[in-house]
Nanobody, 129 residues
Framework: QVHLVESGGGSVQSGGSLRLSCAAS????????MAWFRQAPGNVREGVAA???????SYADSVKGRFTISQDNAKNTLYLQMNSLKPEDTAMYYC???????????????????????WGQGTQVTVSS
């Protein structure tokens, strides 16, 4: 059974930094797609960053240059380093995991929230101005 547990959220001032962690268990971590999503009250859940099993990363335009996604396969842990935080980054942050999708014979990681089946409980990030 896939189990994801996020930690590292908190309250910071604008310009500050936080590092989120997501500890994964219950499945073969290697070979899965991992991603961070966030959801602010009244908003849809949006993708923040994703990392493929080969280490390829992708980011939402709103966080490029400020956030870095990484993983430690030996520890089955996903990270999100968030720097230069802004009030608009305030949200509940979730990590997600799933197997890659086969699209026209090519394996590719899901990009939309509904395409991920495994989720953590979330960790709150609040950035004050």
């Amino acid at each position: 059974q896939v189990h994801l547990v996020e930690s590292g959220g908190g309250s910071v001032q604008s310009g500050g930094s936080l590092r989120l962690s997501c500890a994964a268990s219950g499945y073969n971590y290697n070979g899965y797609c991992m991603a961070w999503f966030r959801q602010a009250p009244g908003n849809v859940r949006e993708g923040v960053a994703a990392i493929e099993s080969d280490g390829t990363t992708s980011y939402a335009d709103s966080v490029k240059g400020r956030f870095t996604i990484s993983q430690d396969n030996a520890k089955n842990t996903l990270y999100l380093q968030m720097n230069s935080l802004k009030p608009e980054d305030t949200a509940m942050y979730y990590c997600a995991a799933d197997r890659p999708l086969s699209v026209a014979g090519t394996l590719t990681c899901p990009t939309r929230a509904y395409e991920y089946n495994y989720w953590g409980q979330g960790t709150q990030v609040t950035v004050s101005s």
